[in-house]
């Protein structure tokens, strides 16, 4: 009964969201849609006998919703997607994504409680591959209460979380307690410094995992420059296991990058540090009443594994932005360690090419090459995998609400990772796809 609850959060919070809206929202934007997509090998085998080519069905329905009023502040993007094969090459998945925010003022611009929740797809893990049967729901819920102070040139927030964190599948669910301590002094008109401090405490429903305590203190400076600006943080991550072990390692960020809106954009970011699966999806230093977010540069969708990893990223990013010709450039390395479990340790380096060229003030084509490469140096069932996908594609406004998109893919996988079990391949596959996409984005509605 407590999975089926916690499975249900997301949808009784946008529920209660939804309800609101005939009497307090100020902007609801709704969107929905379905995507076909034919493969040529949906089963993602690398025997050619056991290839099936598919048609995969994906409608959805989705909307943006924002509610700001003097007793609540209320933001949420949620997207509802169901995946079907006309073959049954895989089961019929219900997918949600979900980014629900709450903030009901008790003290104007000092208290605040705060709802949150962030729902979406994951692997289940690092040895099967993106299929629908090697997916699960990660979701994050937290709530508690945020304080705000300032005197003189200093700004403080203090926050507390009581979250829940549970896995649809596998059986990582744990609840955690997050407090949060962030001060922060004004240097003048285009600078400032802090410090950061948080302590998670996080312990698993199996008792065969390991309950551990996560502790962060970060120095930071941020200033902004004649080109754009530069954040750099630095401190010390801290983590103690209930079995009495405790490790310590560096907490570094940098983040340089130009202006938004400019011709030629552009951003270098680093970032070594402790965290985990939650962590990544859920930041602790950050508050809509005080924005002092910390530096992320990881995709919390891509982590597979549970406890405490250490991460270091490096990535690279141009853009060219003309009135017909869009350019972007990226190139990112990185690695993760998991502390307690070597084998999910891996590095990874790639990058890719887009360029996109604007028709019409409705049409727009574009062509896209993205590849990279993932090394399991611990992993017994295999030691990497790589991946190069090149893709071209049109989009045409048929109305300022309506659009179509179409297009190709294809990827090409190789990878020596076999499932223990069966000793198959599981990640070196080709499959080519051809796609189309018709949505319909609601125009804004205000209440």
Do not use: C
């Not at 409680?113 to 993106?130: H, K, L, M, N």
């Not at 410090?195 to 200033?223: H, M, P, Q």
């Not at 069966?422 to 319909?440: A, G, H, I, M, W």
Request: charged share 25%; glycine share 8%.
């Amino acid at each position: 009964m407590v999975v089926r609850f916690r499975y249900l959060v997301p949808v009784i919070l946008v529920g209660s969201l939804l309800s609101s809206v005939s009497v307090q929202a100020k902007e609801f934007i709704p969107r929905l849609g379905i995507t076909m997509e034919n493969h040529s090998n949906a089963s993602r085998t690398d025997d050619p006998d056991a290839e099936i080519a598919d048609t995969l069905m994906r409608p959805y329905f989705g909307f943006t919703f924002k509610e700001n009023t003097t007793d609540l502040k209320a933001q949420a993007d949620v997207l509802l997607l169901q995946e079907s094969y006309s073959k049954n090459t895989f089961d019929t998945q219900f997918l949600p994504t979900v980014d629900v925010t709450l903030d009901w003022t008790i003290q104007p611009n000092r208290l605040s409680w705060v709802v949150e929740d962030y729902a979406y797809a994951q692997r289940i893990t690092i040895v099967g591959a993106d299929t629908p049967d090697n997916r699960q729901i990660f979701n994050v819920l937290a709530t508690g209460p945020d304080f705000v102070f300032a005197r003189g040139l200093y700004d403080g927030l203090a926050k507390l979380r009581l979250a829940d964190v549970y896995y649809s599948e596998s059986d990582q669910d744990n609840q955690r307690l997050i407090t949060t301590g962030t001060l922060t002094r004004a240097l003048n008109e285009y600078s400032d410094v802090g410090v950061e401090g948080s302590l998670s405490s996080v312990k698993f429903e199996e008792d065969y995992l390991i309950d551990y305590d996560l502790v962060s203190i970060v120095a930071r400076y941020n200033r902004d420059m004649p080109f754009g600006e530069l954040d750099v943080r630095g401190g010390v991550n801290y983590v103690d296991y209930e079995i009495g072990a405790s490790e310590s390692t560096p907490a570094l960020a940098l983040k340089v990058s130009s202006y938004e809106g400019a011709l030629h954009s552009w951003s270098l970011t680093y970032s070594n540090k402790y965290t985990d699966p939650a962590m990544d999806a859920y930041d602790p230093f950050y508050s809509r009443l005080l924005d002092v977010s910390e530096t992320r540069v990881i995709d919390p969708g891509k982590i597979v594994g549970v406890g405490v990893y250490e991460t270091e990223r490096t990535e690279l990013n141009y853009g060219y932005n003309g009135a017909r010709i869009g350019l972007t450039l990226g190139a990112f390395a990185g690695s993760s360690g998991f502390l307690l479990n070597a084998a999910d340790d891996g590095e990874e380096k790639g990058g890719g090419v887009g360029l996109s060229y604007l028709v019409s003030e409705r049409m727009t084509l574009w062509l896209d090459y993205y590849q990279s490469r993932t090394e399991f140096p611990n992993n017994p069932n295999g030691s990497f995998a790589e991946t190069a996908s090149p893709s071209f594609g049109i989009s045409y406004a048929i109305t300022d609400s309506l659009n179509i998109v179409g297009g190709a893919y294809s990827t090409d996988n190789d990878s020596d990772i076999r499932d223990p079990e069966t000793n198959k391949l599981t990640q070196k596959y080709k499959d080519s796809v051809l796609y189309l996409t018709v949505e319909y984005k609601g125009q804004s509605k205000r209440f």
